[in-house]
């Protein structure tokens, strides 16, 4: 990514700069996710007219995060989980991997988790609602070119905790959070709950919590997303900190600007300026005049599909050859739901959609006790947003190693997409 120079002195510089070996999973050649696609299939059926929001106008007011079993037609959601869309976040994972070679406890480390921090929203920029994920769902992503592994699982039945662990060149990122969706007439606010840490190997780590996402236009005009609060982006090894203000939407065409700073103990440094779009790019501005471009989004896709998906959205639902094999019974690709929908073919969707969400009713009025994690320790003393609830236990890669192998079982995965008996899908 290129970037003008400064001659600032950062604030607190440290000699040292990180070393860490890459693992084997890096350097695996044949990983069958390095083969995925650039384009969805073309649509079979004549896309549907009627967009997702005004068939929610009767819900205005309520939090729909609460009501168990409500599922928008198929046809009008985009086909994605709410699971998958995590996957969505890791697209400008590489100037992760640039700030774990970069001093700890610098402002040049601090300034590149910031730039990946605010490219996070230009990633949530669609107006239509994912899939919902069941209780159990898992996503993963192998993918060595690129320099990431993870894992994502939703926690808990409605709404539930989306939680994510993701490993890359020198750093461990983790996640947990849940959404509360409330309409308010002619716009809607997602207000997610919960903690993002970006842990680096020499011991610092980064944290922030997510921000207000607005849907404007819900009944009327042409429907787009913003998003409004400060992100406050917070060092713990140096007292350094960055905090990124989102414009509040107003009347008008939207403007997605965003304007900062960086702290040093809690005190306002003059130098550098941060300021760009969320949806643009993100830059720094020094004392001398320099200009520094932190972080750039990547130009429009020459295959979005009817969905506006960039390249690495269209790969994330792909099944090359061989990654078949390696799946749980509950990796969000087994959804023929969400398959159909990819392929245009709105009523099959709508009828499998259907079937499953009766089938998973019934497993839970089944199950004999509370939904438990199958990949992700629960910590009930630790406070939403404040502390992980959920944290990555392991055993998953390892499983999947040994089904590359040809040996290993997925033991106490729920068969949430598959064709067994409803009370045997928890077994």
Not at 110 to 118: A, P, R, Y
Not at 286 to 309: M, T, V
Not at 411 to 424: R, V
Request: proline share 8%; charged share 25%; aromatic share 10%.
């Amino acid at each position: 990514m290129s970037a003008m120079k400064s001659t600032a002195t950062p604030i607190n510089a440290v000699a040292t700069t990180c070393r860490f070996n890459e693992p084997d999973w890096i350097q695996d050649t044949e990983e069958p996710f390095i083969q995925r696609r650039d384009r969805l299939p073309e649509p079979a059926e004549i896309p549907h007219k009627p967009g997702i929001w005004e068939l929610i106008k009767d819900f205005v007011g309520m939090d729909l995060a609460k009501i168990a079993d409500l599922s928008l037609p198929v046809a009008v959601c985009e086909p994605v989980t709410d699971m998958q869309r995590r996957g969505d976040f890791l697209e400008y994972v590489e100037l992760l991997h640039e700030a774990a070679h970069t001093p700890p406890g610098s402002l040049e480390r601090l300034l590149k988790v910031t730039g990946f921090i605010v490219s996070i929203y230009s990633c949530v920029y669609r107006p239509f609602a994912p899939c919902r994920s069941p209780a159990g769902e898992t996503f993963e992503l192998v993918a060595p070119d690129k320099g990431i592994r993870a894992l994502g699982e939703k926690c808990g039945e409605c709404p539930g905790i989306n939680a994510f662990h993701c490993e890359g060149r020198g750093w461990v990122l983790s996640a947990d959070e849940t959404n509360k969706i409330e309409f308010r007439g002619q716009y809607a606010n997602i207000r997610p709950s919960g903690l993002i840490q970006i842990d680096f190997h020499d011991g610092e780590s980064f944290s922030f919590n997510p921000l207000v996402t607005t849907v404007q236009h819900i009944i009327l005009g042409t429907h787009y997303i913003d998003h409004y609060g400060t992100l406050h982006v917070r060092s713990s090894l140096s007292g350094l900190s960055s905090k990124i203000k989102f414009k509040e939407p107003v009347i008008g065409p939207p403007q997605h600007k965003v304007k900062g700073y960086v702290e040093k103990d809690g005190v306002r440094q003059s130098h550098p300026l941060l300021h760009g779009t969320w949806d643009g790019a993100l830059k720094a501005s020094w004392q001398d005049g320099a200009e520094q471009l932190l972080w750039q989004k990547n130009p429009p896709h020459k295959h979005p599909s009817r969905f506006g998906f960039s390249r690495w959205a269209v790969s994330l639902n792909s099944m090359p050859p061989g990654l078949e094999a390696l799946l749980p019974p509950s990796d969000m690709r087994w959804r023929r739901d969400v398959g159909l929908l990819e392929e245009g073919k709105y009523e099959q969707a709508e009828r499998k959609r259907r079937r499953m969400l009766a089938r998973l009713r019934e497993a839970r009025e089944a199950r004999t006790g509370p939904h438990r994690p199958r990949w992700f320790d629960f910590h009930p003393e630790a406070e939403l947003g404040v502390g992980r609830r959920y944290t990555y236990k392991g055993g998953y890669f390892e499983t999947r190693d040994m089904r590359k192998r040809g040996d290993g079982e997925w033991k106490g995965c729920p068969d949430l997409f598959g064709e067994s008996p409803s009370n045997k899908v928890f077994s």
